[in-house]
């Protein structure tokens, strides 16, 4: 599906445009604003429809072979949000009569909904995941790049879990970044089984004359019949405590999310710039409370 996600955005965009253009205009401005509903939520029902689709709840053990080397399958489903987001903006244009005559607070929204768009718009393009060379590794992530050359990885094994794969660094110095990328530990891969990839990378670490295999059909295969001989060591998975504190830590979190934001709302009241400030970072932190909940429950559901 990834090699349609670059038509899917720029058919986006071609479409946003022309609406928010017929909608100023005001040629047709009622129907402008309905395509731009559609637009808006047919990407996202698509988006939940491809969560349920097996190559994204379960991706398999396997790589692309391209171009002399190993890749993770890209996803649609960044081209899908960044549809939506699109549409979003283009109803907020058609929706807003004078923009100089908004408050601060609704023009702040303006700015940090477009600076989001901008942030992933990489990850819309070309998808986020693993590009596995003899020379090392090149992880596209939703706002920039890492490179990884072999010699930088260090002696313990990666840990793949969900659709990440955490290395272990022997000189942190010799990994390259470009874009913004906050932890160049993390590399994604949404197309491709966490545990797998990390395995593979972990193999080819350890193992520096396989690598001049890979890209290879026939290498894929011997890593495969290598991983199946000798497993992986496998780290300590989290206990069952750590998970319950997990998600007892994202429940409290989210509840002093929840409570500060209405707390501060009353106060301040909700057309103060503070007050829209507490609104962001509230739901920032209820966000990742929610994620600490959902990822002490996987883990629960895992160990039973």
Known sequence: MARYSRGVLVAGLSIVAAAVLAGLLGVVRPAAITVLVVLTVTPVVLLLATFLTPSIRRPPAAFAVADGAFRTPRTIMYAFCGVAHLGLLGLLVLLTDDFAAL???DKATYV????FFVIYVPAMWRGVGLTITAEGIRADKHCGTVVVPWAAIGPVPPIGERNEVRLNYRDPGLVRVSGW????RELLCDGTDAKFAAAAIGYYAAHPEERAGIGTP???DEL???LDAVPAEKPASSSRGEKVALIVIGLVFFVVAVAGDVWVSEILGDESLLGWLVHLVAGAIGLAAGWCVIDGVKGLRRRT
């Open 103 to 105: 408050s601060l607070k």
């Open 112 to 115: 940090v909904g477009t600076a």
């Open 224 to 226: 495969r019949a290598a």
């Open 218 to 220: 026939a290498a894929q």
């Open 181 to 184: 990328t906050p932890n160049r």
